[in-house]
T-cell receptor, first 113, second 112 residues
Framework: GENVEQHPSTLSVQEGDSAVIKCTYS??????FPWYKQELGKGPQLIID?????GEKKDQRIAVTLNKTAKHFSLHITETQPEDSAVYFC????????????FGDGTTLTVKP | GAVVSQHPSRVICKSGTSVKIECRSL??????MFWYRQFPKQSLMLMAT?????????EQGVEKDKFLINHASLTLSTLTVTSAHPEDSSFYIC????????FGQGTRLTVV
């Protein structure tokens, strides 16, 4: 089955700096890669996603890049703010499997004011 | 984005009783919903895939008789934890699939 590794497990940055979280996946059949933000005591919130036919996607301060050859994808957050502090999860999914995703272990991001 | 409502957000029950958690897709229909369990500071562990009108598919190691899942309509799936014990205490989260997965706000279950 699919295996997703996520690094780093914790990340601390100063407000205004950029944060990068990286994930690798094992199954080349995976074709959908979402990123979720989870605040304490809440469910995960989809913040951005990318499909395998695209190399990069951007939404305001958030961007995701995908390298299919190397089987890795990354989340980039620019101009970080304290409210960006949360746990971030990456996931990988195969197109033939209706929504069943494999999640990374999560990254706890702390943005210091 | 699409809205998934999960209820209750918190529940405390006595050992041996059953608890039902509801997951509703408010503004879309979801043929497929998923139920996860999350331990503190850990990732999401898929428990089962719920398909409208058919039996749920459980992941290996998940007791189907203990965690009853019903997906009677395109907007509602329920998870019933039967004969709950303290070790069932956890954070349970549902998601609904509509080309993307949208999650509910989670249910904190405490069994005393």
């Amino acid at each position: 089955g699919e295996n997703v590794e996520q690094h780093p497990s914790t990340l601390s940055v100063q407000e205004g700096d950029s944060a990068v979280i990286k994930c690798t996946y094992s199954d080349s059949a995976s074709n959908y890669f979402p990123w979720y933000k989870q605040e304490l005591g809440k469910g995960p919130q989809l913040i951005i996603d990318i499909r395998s036919n695209v190399g990069e996607k951007k939404d305001q301060r958030i961007a995701v890049t995908l390298n299919k050859t190397a089987k890795h994808f990354s989340l980039h957050i620019t101009e970080t703010q304290p409210e960006d502090s949360a746990v971030y999860f990456c996931a990988a999914r195969m197109g033939t499997n209706a929504g069943k995703s494999t999640f990374g272990d999560g990254t706890t991001l702390t943005v210091k004011p | 984005g699409a809205v998934v409502s999960q209820h209750p957000s918190r529940v405390i029950c006595k050992s041996g009783t059953s608890v039902k958690i509801e997951c509703r897709s408010l503004d879309f229909q979801a043929t497929t919903m998923f139920w996860y369990r999350q331990f503190p500071k850990q990732s999401l562990m898929l428990m089962a895939t719920s398909n409208e009108g058919s039996k749920a598919t459980y992941e290996q190691g998940v007791e189907k008789d203990k965690f009853l899942i019903n997906h009677a309509s395109l907007t509602l799936s329920t998870l019933t934890v039967t004969s709950a014990h303290p070790e069932d205490s956890s954070f349970y989260i549902c998601s609904a699939w509509t080309g993307k997965a949208f999650f509910g706000q989670g249910t904190r279950l405490t069994v005393v």
